[in-house]
């Protein structure tokens, strides 16, 4: 079945300083790929997609792009804030069929950022 | 404003006793989702509807309960049956590959 494998955290930064979080993913087909954000207390945010290869998603600074060929969906931010502590989900979609919208999701990676 | 909410959001009860969350979406979205998310883990899928009236079972069904009577709504009723049913509770709703939009959750403490 289809999985999403994301680097273990916690992540901790410096503000300013340049964030990646890893996300890998296997499945059959082209999924749609997403990053979820999660404050707390709160439910999950959408934060960025994309639906196929070489696709590159962006929003309020966070960047990733859809790596068939590596099978990877990494997080990307070039000056985080500690305003960007949260946890951050990668998760996939496959259309159609029974699996209509149902996500597969990664374990979650906390971050942290200090001032 | 389009969107999810679930209530209440925070829940309290005692062992034993069935509970049902809340869940109403505006969006007109086809489909609907009920997560389990525990402290320092990911989302587990608990049932999802496609469609009003009809639903199915995710990778944690058992002692969980959900209808789907209306296109808006799809409560959850966490029965006695659920051995540890203290979590925090995520609905979303979808429309095809556009990705899923979460409510603001309700945390169940059962003693």
């Known amino acids: 079945g289809d999985s999403v494998t994301q680097m273990e955290g916690p992540v901790t930064l410096s503000e300013e300083a340049f964030l990646t979080i890893n996300c890998t993913y296997t499945?059959?087909?082209?999924?749609?790929l997403f990053w979820y954000v999660q404050y707390p207390g709160e439910g999950l945010q959408l934060l960025l997609k994309a639906t196929k290869a070489d696709d590159k998603g962006s929003n309020k600074g966070f960047e990733a792009t859809y790596r068939k060929e590596t099978t990877s969906f990494h997080l990307e931010k070039g000056s985080v804030q500690v305003s960007d502590s949260a946890v951050y989900f990668c998760?996939?979609?496959?259309?159609?069929?029974?699996?209509?919208?149902?996500?597969?999701f990664g374990q979650g990676t906390i971050l942290t950022v200090h001032p | 404003d389009g969107g999810i909410t679930q209530s209440p959001k925070y829940l309290f009860r005692k062992e034993g006793q069935n509970v049902t969350l809340s869940c109403e979406q505006n969006?007109?979205?086809?489909?609907m989702y009920w997560y389990r998310q525990d402290p320092g883990q990911g989302l587990r899928l608990i049932y999802y509807?496609?469609?009003?009236?009809?639903?199915q079972k995710g990778d944690i069904a058992e002692g969980y309960s959900v209808s789907r009577e209306k296109k808006e709504s799809f409560p959850l009723t966490v029965t006695s049956a659920q051995k540890n049913p203290t979590a925090f509770y995520l609905c979303a709703s979808s429309a095809d590959r556009a990705g899923q939009y979460f409510g603001p959750g309700t945390r169940l403490t059962v003693t």
């Open positions: 499945a059959t087909g082209y999924p749609s």
């Open positions: 969006l007109n979205h086809d489909a």
């Open positions: 509807s496609q469609i009003v009236n009809d639903f």
């Open positions: 998760a996939l979609t496959q259309a159609g069929g029974t699996s209509y919208g149902k996500l597969t």
